[in-house]
């Protein structure tokens, strides 16, 4: 696949968009909530999975290059590293599929799962192994999952309904 100029600019927004959404942060412990998952659903939900996987490493590239290299010694850069993964595989699921809101929730669970899966190991290997804490499972699952969980869950339905209310309208994202 080809990148069009088009393809371009929506890798640019939507990396500029996960990149500035990280500025709304709640601090609540090692990983702050922020809008992030959210703008990496809807990466998913409208990208395909080549410019989704490019929007989010170039949003990863950002948080390197305007962060400092020093950004991953944060426990929450792993879930950075799920962005990536995420978007690409929400993209690929719900492209493989005409896009429906079962879909779309399929695709944002399975997407959620992987940023945890990826970003909770990171945060827990900062945190005992860099920083010298004994933190033990339940205790990183509570500080980086359970706590989010609830938001997750808001934020998941809010990208379903604007993909699936936008789906077909917004001219930016017909492919």
């Given at each position: 696949?080809?990148l069009?100029t088009?393809?371009?600019t ?11 959404s ?22 998913g ?13 170039l ?22 590293f799920?962005f990536v ?21 399929i695709?944002?669970?399975a997407?959620t ?8 190991p ?17 205790e ?17 339905l809010?990208?379903?309904?604007l ?7 917004a ?5």
């Amino acid at each position: 696949m080809k990148l069009s100029t088009r393809d371009l600019t929506q890798i640019s927004i939507f990396a500029a968009l996960t990149f500035v959404s990280g500025f709304l942060s709640i601090p609540v412990g090692p990983v702050p909530i922020t809008l992030q998952t959210l703008l990496v659903l809807l990466t998913g939900f409208f990208l395909r999975p080549k410019a989704a996987f490019f929007a989010q490493s170039l949003h990863l590239l950002l948080k390197l290059l305007l962060g400092g290299f020093q950004s991953l010694l944060s426990p929450s850069f792993g879930f950075i590293f799920g962005f990536v993964a995420a978007a690409t595989l929400i993209s690929y699921l719900v492209h493989k599929k005409e896009g429906s809101f079962l879909n779309y929730g399929i695709a944002a669970v399975a997407g959620t799962i992987v940023m945890y899966a990826i970003g909770l190991p990171y945060m827990a290997a900062i945190l005992n192994g860099v920083m010298g804490n004994q933190f033990g499972l339940a205790e990183i699952f509570q500080m980086g999952m359970i706590l989010f969980i609830p938001g997750d869950i808001g934020k998941a339905l809010l990208a379903i309904i604007l993909a699936d209310r936008l789906k077909g309208r917004a001219r930016v994202f017909q492919h």
